[in-house]
């Protein structure tokens, strides 16, 4: 039934009721004056349901219409569409204003999201250049490298035990260690291994991090604690790639440990996905570095690369998950890895952030 007429039902029918009524009212007049009344009475009636219908096709179908077809239009992607009414100053004009700063926001998201694709697509191809020439410059800087290491090591055993350039040597050593992480660390990234997925228990992988971490804390009082999910479902993992995700940040949280300190991690699942914690009580991230520290090359530490949490991410996400940390300077920071319990559909390549 369309609207005109549950419009125009009830009005017409206390105009039939009030004619009825009017009819019976009028049973003493004479019986032509009676007809004539009544005649009256009725074609006013029709006359009042005509321009109700009118005036309701006016008001209230137009706009309809019209909103209707700009619907479609905007369904079909065309988000240059506004609707007239929008001046009325009643309900249908703030439908109107409604809908024309609905489209206005669209538009915007769109034009945003636009330019955004545009920013990461060169973003991109500015980082595949610069990945595949760090790679082959890794890999040139490499065998010198080599080479300067088996020197002073030579240069070491020939050295005298009484040698004051023994600790120049020394600290000679441990900057080509440094720059042998940068390299291996600068390779993984440009060049990342695509996961190998397996189903595996996600406690025992956090439990062999927990593992290896605490070996950098054997002479630190520094206390584990670990929280296990049972009855946790297997994920589909790469347990190599995912141990090395955890003991990275496991570190962190050991060198953002001045003294003596906690760090807790729990194993669980969070909106359908499986999760792990680590929260630690180190000195915490400050708000103006929180939104950087997975930005490759990014650190506060004199030693590190600035690499560790960049390929970490990327490892994460090219599982289909996502990482997050939330800190408070002075009180210890708290990182969260989701994983979705099954492989995921696209694995592209772990993207990289500037």
Sequence with gaps: MHWQFKAAFPVATILLLGVLVFAWVTLSYAESTR?????????????????????????????????????ARLQRGDLDVRVSFAGRNDEIGDLGRRFNDMVAQLRSTREEIQQLHRTQMTRAEHLATLGELAAGLAHEIRNPLAGIAGVMEIVGRELPESSPSREVLKEVQQEVLQIKRILSDLLDYARPR?????????????ERAIGLARQQTLTRPIEFEFARAEGLAPVEHDATQIQ???????????????????????????????????????????????????????????????????????????????????????????????????????????????
Excluded at 40 to 60: E, K, P, R, Y
Excluded at 195 to 202: H, M
């Design 194 to 206: 695509e996961p190998e997925f397996r189903a595996g228990d996600l406690n025992e992988i956090a």
């Design 35 to 71: 007809h004539a009344v009544i005649l009256v009475a009725a074609g006013g009636a029709v006359v009042i349901c005509t321009v109700m219908l009118a005036v309701l096709a006016l008001l209230i179908q137009r706009p309809l219409v019209e909103l209707q077809e700009k619907i």
């Design 244 to 354: 090395q995700v955890l003991l990275n940040l496991l570190l962190n949280s050991i060198q953002a440990i001045k003294d003596s300190g906690k760090i807790r991690v729990q194993v669980g699942s969070d909106d359908n996905m499986a999760t792990v914690t680590i929260s630690d009580t180190g000195y915490g991230i400050s708000p103006e570095n929180l939104s950087k520290v997975f930005r490759p090359f990014f650190t506060t530490k004199g030693q590190g690369t600035g690499l560790g949490l960049s390929l970490a991410r990327g490892i994460v996400e090219a599982h289909g998950g996502h990482i997050e940390v939330t800190s408070e300077l002075g009180k210890g920071s708290c990182f969260k890895v989701w994983l979705p319990f099954g492989k995921p559909r696209l694995n592209p390549p772990p993207p990289k952030q500037s």
